[in-house]
């Protein structure tokens, strides 16, 4: 996949875990090492790298 699918994915899982299902999330931020999440500045969401 390239990086733009990748984001698009952890994005979507992200919708995903909001409506209440979080197991495709971790599993991706566990596979991939990439998560979601609202940021520090007004809740916007931004894409992050887990060491």
Same mark, same amino acid.
């Given at each position: 996949m390239t990086g733009e699918?990748?984001?698009s994915v952890a994005y979507a899982l992200y919708?995903? *875990?909001v409506g209440? *299902?979080?197991a495709e999330a971790n599993r991706f931020a566990?596979?991939?090492g990439l998560v979601f999440r609202a940021g520090r500045e007004?809740?916007?969401l931004q894409l992050?790298?887990?060491s």
């Open positions: 699918q990748i984001e919708l995903r *875990s209440g *299902s979080v566990r596979t991939c007004a809740g916007v992050e790298h887990l």
